[in-house]
């Protein structure tokens, strides 16, 4: 996978400074810094801010005021397409007319005139992910984790790296649950990128994670490693999400 911070390993992956989202009634300011190679789960309650935090670095949320560096560049102006992430969202990844080579075919050019060696990395990506020989199947025939695979192989066709994950467990029975968790973490450590993915469940975060960050009201209010983060009983919200005793 392309690394065009090779030459600059010191500078984070990621850099959000006073990053300022306002809705009518809310507002929402992130700082945080991301290490390059980070895996980070991101967590919170719902409505604190984590898919809006995902949409700002992507390039889907304009800000109001502050800046968004990602490998040492302010991305002020830049489209979703020339920011260097891939973000796979919760729901609605497919395109339940296309087959499933097809919708991983989109990474690569969307109007899917892929050449031989690009077919042969949506083959690649498929088999990566284990889903060698699905490549002309429909998507309304597959399972939901083997959908979540689709949309993984997808994204890590496109080279970016930096990947983005909006709760890639959710809908998942426990053995799955634990498969997508190994291959997250193989695919991580293969191509060195760097991955952000929310997540509400503890055993997710203890097994996937290195690093942490709490959401709550439109703030981060606690980063850092994922061991200090688990044991954390400051503040009240994140010692609740935890279940960490008084």
């Known amino acids: 996978m392309s690394d065009p911070s090779a030459a600059h390993r010191h500078v984070p992956a990621i850099r959000l400074a006073a990053a300022t989202v306002q809705y009518e009634q809310k507002r929402l300011v992130f700082d945080c810094t ?30 109001r005021s502050g800046t968004v560096e990602i490998f040492g560049k302010d991305m002020q102006g830049r489209e979703p397409a020339a920011r260097p992430v891939s973000i796979v969202f919760q729901e609605n990844n497919l395109f339940t007319h296309l087959t ?33 020989g699905y490549r002309d199947r429909m998507p309304g025939l597959l399972s939901g984790g083997e959908r979540q695979r689709v949309a993984l192989a997808r994204a890590f066709v496109r080279r970016r790296p930096i990947l983005l994950l909006d709760e890639p467990f959710a809908a998942l029975d426990p053995a799955m649950r634990a498969e997508m968790a190994t291959l997250l973490l193989d695919l991580q450590a293969e191509t060195g ?3 952000l993915f929310i997540s ?3 055993d997710d975060i203890r097994r996937v994670a290195d690093r ?5 009201d439109g703030v981060i209010v606690m980063e850092g490693p994922v061991e200090g983060f688990l044991a954390a009983r400051e503040p009240p919200a994140l010692a609740d999400f935890l279940g960490v005793p008084d």
């Open 34 to 63: 991301v290490p390059q190679g980070a895996r980070v789960a991101v967590t919170g309650p719902s409505g604190a801010g984590k898919s809006t935090l995902f949409n700002v670095i992507a390039g889907f949320q304009p800000i």
């Open 212 to 216: 942490a960050m709490f959401i709550d």
């Open 200 to 202: 509400h469940q503890v």
């Open 100 to 132: 499933v080579g097809q919708n991983v075919g989109l990474g690569l050019d969307p109007s899917l005139r892929l050449d031989a060696a690009e077919r042969d990395r949506v083959e690649a990506a498929l088999a990566r992910v284990g889903l060698g």
């Open 193 to 195: 990128i760097t991955l």
